[in-house]
């Protein structure tokens, strides 16, 4: 009913470069706020929406959306990274490639600011390592980033991070709730990211405690 009633919004998280203390970039969410229960969580929306079989429309609407705002953006010489989730239904459709390369053509946007967010469930779970390769690849053709998402401990072992065209780590907001426990699997994190000469994002920081942990 949400998506019948247009309820759902996207918003704009902002990405810092910590080091150089400068906005480079957003992520892509998705807000619902119910008229009667208020904010609904991003969890619960994903929840409701893949329940709702509405994964894939969904996720294609956020995609467009996102690009049109990247292009309203680049209109205004603001030249963000825009990062939207892109789930296994649009990863693995037949000419998902094409479509990628159409909406970047239709709004005229420089698709090297566009960043695809893949879960790390979905690479570590892959039935098909090398069309998954290859699929990676095809994509940094297009010049768009692709950035593995939801990445968490147990997605350290998976062994063939290094043959796939990613671009960049995000870490599982759950890693930032307690840092006492988590710091160390941060930093493992962080050094297989450097390791590979990934970038190394985190959504959700909202104590200095949090930052400066990031920033070692």
């Known amino acids: ?15 810092l470069d ?26 619960r929306i994903s929840d409701l929406i893949a329940e709702s079989g509405l994964t894939r429309t969904v996720s294609e609407w956020m995609l467009k959306t996102a690009i049109q705002q990247a292009k309203i953006w680049q209109n205004s010489r603001l030249f963000l ?19 990628l390369a159409d909406l970047c053509q239709e709004s005229r946007v420089d698709s090297a600011h566009l960043a695809l967010e893949i879960s790390a469930d ?13 699929q990676l690849m095809n994509i940094k053709q297009l010049k768009i980033k692709t950035i593995i998402s939801q990445f968490n401990l147990e997605h350290a072992t998976i062994s063939y991070l290094g043959e796939l065209a990613l ?3 995000k870490l599982d907001s759950s ?18 990211a450097k390791g590979l000469k990934l970038k190394v994002i985190a959504d959700g920081v909202e104590t200095d405690e949090q930052l400066n942990l990031l920033k070692k």
């Not at 957003?26 to 208020?38: D, S």
């Not at 990274?81 to 479509?99: C, D, G, I, W």
């Not at 979905?122 to 290859?134: R, S, V, W």
């Not at 890693?175 to 297989?192: A, F, K």
Request: hydrophobic share 40%; proline share 4%; charged share 20%.
């Open 1 to 15: 009913q949400a998506w019948e009633r247009q309820e759902l919004k996207v918003y704009y998280q902002p990405r």
């Open 18 to 43: 910590i080091r150089r203390k400068k906005i480079v970039g957003v992520g892509a969410a998705i807000y619902w706020n119910h008229p009667q229960f208020g904010e609904i969580s991003q969890t």
């Open 81 to 99: 990274q825009v990062a939207v989730p892109y789930p296994e239904s649009l990863l693995t459709e037949n000419n998902s490639l094409k479509n």
């Open 122 to 134: 979905l690479i570590a779970n892959a039935k098909n390592l090398n069309a998954l390769a290859a």
């Open 167 to 169: 671009d960049g780590i």
């Open 175 to 192: 890693l930032l709730q307690t840092l006492s426990v988590r710091s160390t699997v941060i930093d493992m994190i962080s050094s297989i």
